[in-house]
């Protein structure tokens, strides 16, 4: 239960339930990209990769800004030292992301690309529950200035 252990509040009293959904493969690879993007009052201002999930060494984690740089910062997990192409849908993951997060301070939006399709993933208030930090520090004082608490309602 989320909210007795991380106490992420939406999910205090919510029912229990099992959910399947079809499993997405990337015919070319074992391992398929989960790409997440971090949006400030309906802006994407950057993004991540997940890779190597289920690698012997774990999970990689890569940021990226908005024109697909490598940025240079961890939250909780390594980066790669691998070059991670842009997906193919990253402009029409960009505009998704955009207008499902119009009327939030701060959600980040999911979405994986699978033998050509896009499947949106879903929508996380609070990554890592909020406790995963940043290295360098200064990465998780930038991320954190870009929520504009004044908009953020009690």
């Known amino acids: 239960d989320y909210y007795w252990v991380h106490r992420e509040f939406p999910y205090k009293g919510i029912k229990p339930k099992i959910i399947c959904e079809q499993l997405l493969k990337e015919e070319s690879s074992e391992d398929i990209k989960d790409y997440k993007f971090l949006c400030f009052d309906g802006e994407v201002k950057c993004s991540f990769v997940c890779s190597n999930r289920n690698a012997s060494t774990g999970l990689n984690v890569d940021f990226y800004d ?89």
């Open 66 to 154: 908005r024109e697909w740089n490598k940025m240079p910062f961890e939250r909780h997990y390594p980066r790669s030292d691998m070059h991670i192409p842009k997906p193919n849908h990253y402009e029409k993951m960009i505009e998704l992301s955009e207008r499902l997060s119009k009327d939030f301070a701060f959600v980040r939006v999911d979405f994986y690309e699978s033998n050509g399709r896009l499947y949106f993933g879903e929508l996380t208030f609070y990554p890592g529950s909020g406790y995963e930090s940043f290295n360098p520090y200064s990465y998780d004082l930038l991320l954190g200035g870009w929520i504009d608490l004044s908009k953020v309602n009690n």
